[in-house]
C-alpha cells in the first residue's frame, strides 16, 4: 500500500509541512499534481501567466523527485475525478495535502474527503502555508478577530520558535514511491499557449532592512515581489518568517501577518468573498459605468497616478501596494463602481492574486471590509502623486504621454464633485 501526497500551493520539496508528516506515515509516498480543469476551464486568457508559471514550476519538481528515483504523476482532470481514479488504480492508505482556505478549496476538499471516506482512505490535511491558520490566534473569548493591530499583537505573543521551525523533508526522501510517471500533459492540451511574461525570483532578505523606508514609492524596487511564490508555495513561509522576525526592523514581517489576516478572515466569513463584510455596505448604488470601466481598465482616466498603475498591472501582472490602494479607492469611490468588478479584474490579471488578500484590500479600499479606511477618508489621486512619486519617475514611465495634452485623456470625472457624490452615496446606503 501507499500514501498519497496531493501538491496544491505548496509546490516545493522542501519545509513542507504535509508531504513531511506522509513521508513519516510508514508507506512509500506517492506525490500527485492535479491541473485542476473545474479552475483552469474559468481563465480567459490563453497564455495565462500563472498557469505558464505552474507549469514551469511542475516541470522542475517533476525533475526533483526523478532525481531521488520516484516521479510526480500530474493530472488534467477535475479533481474529485482524479482522486478517484487513482484509488481505483492502486492500493491507497490515506491522502495526504496541505490546507487551503479559499471557500471553493474547501468545497472540493469536503468532496473529495467524502469519496475517500467511502472507501475508507483517510485525507489528512496540514497547516503549511502560514505560521498561524483558522482560530489559532483569536480573542480571549475564542472569536476571530476583525481589526489588524490586536491581532498582530496575539500573533506575536503566541509565536514560539517551534512554528518557525522547518520540516526536515530532505531528511526522508528515501521514503519515496520508487516508480516512473508518464509526462505532463501539454500546456496546449490544457488549451493554454506559452505566455511570454517574466516572473519574479526568490530573493526577498535585501528588501527587510529598509522596507519601511522605500516601501510607500512605486517608482523604486522597494519591495520584494515575494506574493507570485507564496502563493504557490515556491518558497516556505516559515523561512520568510524567520528572517523577517530576527531583523530589527519589522514592518516587513507585519506585512505577512497582514496576510495571515485576511487569511484568517475569509476562513470565518467566507461570504465576504462576495459581500461586504459590513451588510449595509452592500446597499450602495454603484453606478457601474461600463465605459469608464473600461476607461480604468486600460489606464486612461485622466488621472495619471490611476493610470500608471493600471498600465504597469496589464503590462507586468504587478502593481505597486500603495498604487493598489489608489486605483481600487478610485474605482469605488471617484467612479462609484462595485468593488467586486474591481476584484475581479485584479484578479484576472495579478500574478500575485490571492483571494483573502485581493478582498481583503479592495473592500478595505471601498470602505466596507473588517479592518477597512472610514468611507468618508476619500484619496486624492492628484496628492498622492506628488507624495509618493514627487519627481513623477512612475508617471514617466508608465504614462509618458502625459505632459502632452493633445493626447493624454481630461480626467474622466472632477475630483471635488466625485468626492460629494460619494459621501452622499456612501451616507444613503448606510442610513
Ligand atoms: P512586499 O511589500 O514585499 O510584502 C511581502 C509579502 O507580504 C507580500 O508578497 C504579501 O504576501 C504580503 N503582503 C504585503 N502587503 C500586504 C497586504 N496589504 N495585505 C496582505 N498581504 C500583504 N496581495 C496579494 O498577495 N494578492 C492580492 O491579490 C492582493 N490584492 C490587493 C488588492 C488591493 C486593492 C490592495 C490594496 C492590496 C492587495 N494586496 C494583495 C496586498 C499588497 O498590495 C501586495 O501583497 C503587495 O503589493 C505585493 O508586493 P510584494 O510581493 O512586493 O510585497
Not at 51 to 75: C, E, P, R
Not at 402 to 416: C, E, L, R
Request: neutral net charge; aromatic residues 14%; glycine residues 4%.
Amino acid at each position: 500500500p501507499i500514501t498519497i501526497f496531493w501538491h496544491r500551493r505548496d509546490l516545493r520539496l522542501n519545509d513542507n509541512a504535509g508531504l513531511y508528516r506522509a513521508l513519516n506515515s510508514g508507506h512509500p509516498v506517492l506525490p500527485v499534481f492535479i491541473f485542476d480543469k473545474d479552475i483552469l476551464d474559468a481563465l480567459n486568457a490563453e497564455d495565462d501567466a500563472r498557469v505558464n508559471f505552474i507549469y514551469d514550476t511542475i516541470t522542475k519538481l517533476k525533475a526533483a523527485y526523478q532525481k531521488h528515483g520516484s516521479d510526480l504523476l500530474v493530472f488534467y482532470d477535475q479533481a474529485e475525478h482524479a482522486i478517484e481514479q487513482l484509488i481505483k488504480q492502486r492500493k491507497v492508505t490515506a491522502v495526504y495535502t496541505n490546507h487551503d482556505y479559499e471557500p471553493a478549496a474547501n468545497k472540493r476538499d469536503d468532496a473529495v474527503a467524502k469519496l475517500l471516506a467511502e472507501h475508507s482512505i483517510d485525507l489528512k490535511t496540514f497547516k503549511d502555508q502560514v505560521i498561524f491558520e483558522r482560530d489559532e490566534v483569536a480573542k480571549d473569548d475564542g472569536k476571530p478577530y476583525t481589526v489588524f493591530t490586536p491581532y498582530k499583537n496575539k500573533w506575536y505573543q503566541k509565536l514560539k520558535p517551534f512554528y518557525l521551525k522547518a520540516y526536515p523533508t530532505e531528511k526522508y526522501l528515501a521514503n519515496l514511491y520508487q516508480f516512473k510517471a508518464s509526462p505532463i500533459p501539454s500546456l496546449k492540451e490544457m488549451g493554454f499557449t506559452k505566455s511570454d511574461a517574466e516572473f519574479p525570483g526568490t530573493a526577498y532578505e535585501k528588501f527587510i532592512a529598509d522596507y519601511a523606508e522605500k516601501r510607500d514609492f512605486p517608482a523604486v524596487k522597494g519591495t520584494s515581489h515575494i506574493g507570485l511564490h507564496l502563493r504557490f508555495g515556491t518558497v516556505s513561509i516559515r523561512q520568510l518568517a524567520t528572517n523577517a522576525f530576527h531583523a530589527t526592523e519589522k514592518t516587513w514581517l507585519n506585512e505577512l501577518i497582514w496576510r495571515e489576516f485576511y487569511m484568517m478572515v475569509l476562513h470565518h466569513f467566507p461570504q465576504t468573498a462576495a459581500h461586504a463584510f459590513k451588510p449595509d455596505y452592500d446597499n450602495i448604488k454603484w453606478i457601474n459605468n461600463e465605459e469608464q470601466f473600461k476607461a480604468w481598465c486600460n489606464g486612461q482616466t485622466g488621472y495619471p497616478m490611476v493610470d500608471a498603475g493600471m498600465r504597469e498591472l496589464n503590462a507586468t501582472g504587478f502593481m505597486h501596494n500603495r498604487v493598489r490602494m489608489l486605483t481600487a479607492s478610485f474605482l469605488t469611490k471617484h467612479l462609484l463602481i462595485d468593488w467586486r468588478w474591481g476584484e475581479a479584474y485584479f484578479a484576472q490579471k495579478l500574478l500575485d492574486y490571492e483571494m483573502a488578500s485581493n478582498v481583503g484590500g479592495w473592500q478595505w479600499a471601498a470602505g466596507c471590509g473588517t479592518d477597512a479606511a472610514p468611507y468618508f477618508r476619500i484619496f486624492n489621486p492628484e496628492a498622492q502623486m506628488k507624495k509618493f512619486d514627487p519627481k513623477m519617475e512612475y508617471i514617466k514611465k508608465w504614462v509618458p504621454e502625459y505632459a502632452d495634452f493633445s493626447t493624454y485623456p481630461k480626467p474622466i470625472v472632477n475630483h471635488a464633485f466625485a468626492r460629494e457624490r460619494c459621501l452622499k452615496a456612501f451616507k444613503e446606503a448606510l442610513s
